[in-house]
T-cell receptor, first 115, second 114 residues
Framework: AQSVTQLGSHVSVSEGALVLLRCNYS??????LFWYVQYPNQGLQLLLKYTSAATLVKGINGFEAEFKKSETSFHLTKPSAHMSDAAEYFC?????????????FGKGTHLIIQP | ETGVTQSPTHLIKTRGQQVTLRCSSQSGHNTVSWYQQALGQGPQFIFQYYREEENGRGNFPPRFSGLQFPNYSSELNVNALELDDSALYLC?????????????FGSGTQLSVL
């Protein structure tokens, strides 16, 4: 069975500071890994996706994530936080890339940006 | 703008009632998935329909059922509503082309069961 653990239900950073959101996964097969962002009263938007092509994945809005198999981690980073980054972030895992087994999401991390 | 629309946006029902939620997928998408997101939690996979057939299901009882239609619309039906069914219900459409599909999520239907 697959699972995702997101460390820290809330993360607060200053505008312009580094953003680091942590995600650890469990999967019995090489996984597909995802980061999604959810703004208030909206659905989920894909930030980036790992499909084994490269361990460092670049996404939208300046975010990137690094797949580390030895640590079973897929942490999300952004060098400089912007006020518009304030949102809920979800890490997800799938053994089929979003197919019949669906995506298994973590509980989410609420990112707060301090001015 | 994902091109996926859900209706209604909000709904209030009473325990024991039945509810139907609707989703309009992006044109051309042959797959739709439904997720339940309880307050303060991540979305949980309910089931997926591919070409009008259910082809994957999460840990949800049979009172959760669905339909997918040829016109890119779909429904989630929940019978015998329970208080714990109160949640945001998200649908996501995609085009299955041999894997590596991208999900496009709607904004969801907020269901409250009293």
């Amino acid at each position: 069975a697959q699972s995702v653990t997101q460390l820290g239900s809330h993360v607060s950073v200053s505008e312009g500071a580094l953003v680091l959101l942590r995600c650890n996964y469990s999967s019995s097969v090489p996984p597909y890994l995802f980061w999604y962002v959810q703004y208030p009263n909206q659905g989920l938007q894909l930030l980036l996706k790992y499909t084994s092509a490269a361990t460092l994945v670049k996404g939208i809005n300046g975010f990137e994530a690094e797949f580390k198999k030895s640590e079973t981690s897929f942490h999300l980073t952004k060098p400089s936080a912007h006020m518009s980054d304030a949102a809920e972030y979800f890490c997800a895992v799938s053994e089929s890339g979003g197919g019949a087994d669906g995506l298994t999401f973590g509980k989410g991390t609420h990112l707060i940006i301090q001015p | 703008e994902t091109g996926v629309t859900q209706s209604p946006t909000h709904l209030i029902k009473t325990r024991g009632q039945q509810v139907t939620l609707r989703c309009s997928s992006q044109s051309g998408h042959n797959t739709v998935s439904w997720y339940q997101q309880a307050l303060g939690q991540g979305p949980q996979f309910i089931f997926q329909y591919y070409r009008e057939e259910e082809n994957g299901r999460g840990n949800f009882p049979p009172r959760f059922s669905g339909l997918q239609f040829p016109n890119y619309s779909s429904e989630l039906n929940v019978n015998a509503l329970e208080l714990d069914d109160s949640a945001l219900y998200l649908c996501a459409s995609s085009l299955r082309q041999g894997g590596n599909e991208k999900l496009f999520f709607g904004s969801g239907t907020q269901l409250s069961v009293l």
